[in-house]
């Protein structure tokens, strides 16, 4: 029982723990942080998809849904992913490209040749903006 007390009463240890609490304060601010960070970014990123997901759904909507999600929005949205997830992600963003691709030209604009496929990699894309 006194060396418990012994130790718990000397300054190293005081001053040890202080550091502890110290680094795990800011450990946990940083992660703070970067919450709100990944939330901001996947506000705008999930907003942009929901919407383009609501145009191909309405009938007789020609928009260029792409565009306005844009090959860099999905690019830069990766490095706010932990690394355990972007491999999947890129995948997902991938088959979302190549989705886009397939468009026809028409009156005002252009359309998706299948709809199906856009929708399936908008809703496969969509998991990766949940909120933290």
């Known amino acids: 029982m006194d060396t418990i007390h012994d130790i718990i009463t000397n300054p190293i240890f005081g001053v040890f723990t202080a550091l ?69 992600y890129q995948r997902a963003a991938e088959k979302y490209k190549i989705a886009c691709i397939g468009k026809d030209r028409v009156l005002g604009g252009s359309d998706y040749l299948d709809h199906a496929s856009v929708l399936k990699a908008i809703d496969d894309l969509l998991p990766f903006t949940k909120r933290k």
Do not use: M
């Open 20 to 88: 502890l609490g110290f680094f795990f304060g800011h450990r946990f601010a940083l992660w703070r942080d970067r919450r709100c960070e990944f939330n901001e970014v996947a506000d705008s990123f999930f907003a942009a998809l929901h919407q383009a997901k609501q145009n191909i759904e309405s009938e007789g909507s020609i928009s260029d849904d792409f565009e306005e999600i844009g090959d860099t929005k999905l690019i830069s949205f990766t490095r706010y992913l932990p690394w355990w997830k972007r491999a999947s």
